[in-house]
Structures are given as structure tokens and as C-alpha cells.
């Protein structure tokens, strides 16, 4: 039996001044709704024409030429569950999915978001301030 393909983590920064020859046609509108840019995908399949790229639960075909890998991966990934290190004084932790994954290019390092109760936490959390639940 042929083992899986690993994970890679990388950047696409797509954006519509590119033009739309990047994203599979059958993707276009979501893929441009997502708002790719600074966005952590996980690259989970390659074809010679495109790449298979997946961020949260929605998977996108997209051309390589654009996809950056990041050289570590990130410490949390999509549906991680995960809870807050130090919550405020008197409010429970926040404890949740991962939904969203955002690099820093200035700080070399990823952010999360998480979804808690089927509802998107607005804080953007570092790696530091979560802890796998």
C-alpha cells in the first residue's frame, strides 16, 4: 500500500490583480472570498497541472507556481482543539477549533483563530497564549 503524501504547510499570496490563470475555474469564486493572502494552507495533493491545497475544511485547486513552503510547520493546524493559556481574570479559557491560520512574514510566525461553541473567537491568538486541550 502506498503511504500518504506529507502534509506541506506554505503561503499562496494570490490576490485578483494576478489574474484568475492561478486558481482552477472551478474554485475561482470561493478561492477569491477566502482572501488567501497571509493565510497558512496545508498542500495536500499535486497533480503535473495543480496543486491541491486545503485551508480549514475547503480545498482548493490552484497552479504551484505561486505556493511558498513554509520551512517549519506551524505549532497548531486546522481542527486542532485547543484552549487559551491564560484567560482573562474571571472569564473561563477559550476553548476550541482551530478554524483559521495566519502567517506573519514580520515575525516569521503564525497566529490562530478558533472556533468555540460553533461560533468564530475574534481574538487572534500567538502559539504561546494556546495549548492542545
Known amino acids: 500500500m502506498p ?3 506529507p502534509v506541506r504547510y506554505g503561503l499562496y499570496p494570490w490576490t485578483p490583480a494576478y489574474g484568475l490563470r492561478y486558481i482552477h475555474p472551478a474554485n475561482r469564486r470561493t478561492f477569491e ?4 493572502l497571509g493565510k497558512v494552507f496545508e498542500k495536500i495533493d499535486e497533480t503535473e497541472d495543480w ?3 486545503r485551508y480549514d475544511e475547503q480545498q482548493f485547486k490552484v497552479s504551484g507556481e505561486l505556493f511558498t513552503e513554509l520551512h517549519q510547520k506551524p505549532p497548531f493546524s486546522f481542527g486542532d482543539l485547543v484552549e487559551e493559556v491564560e484567560p482573562e481574570p474571571g472569564r473561563p479559557a477559550h476553548r476550541g477549533l482551530i478554524s483559521d491560520v495566519f502567517w506573519n512574514e514580520s515575525s516569521d510566525r503564525a497566529t490562530y483563530q478558533i472556533v468555540e461553541k460553533k461560533r468564530k473567537v475574534k481574538r487572534v491568538f500567538e502559539a504561546e497564549e494556546l495549548r492542545n486541550a
Do not use: A, M, T, V
Not at 472570498?33 to 488567501?36: D, Q, S, V
Open 3 to 5: 503511504r500518504p503524501k
Open 51 to 53: 496543486i491541491l491545497l
Open 33 to 36: 472570498w477566502l482572501e488567501p
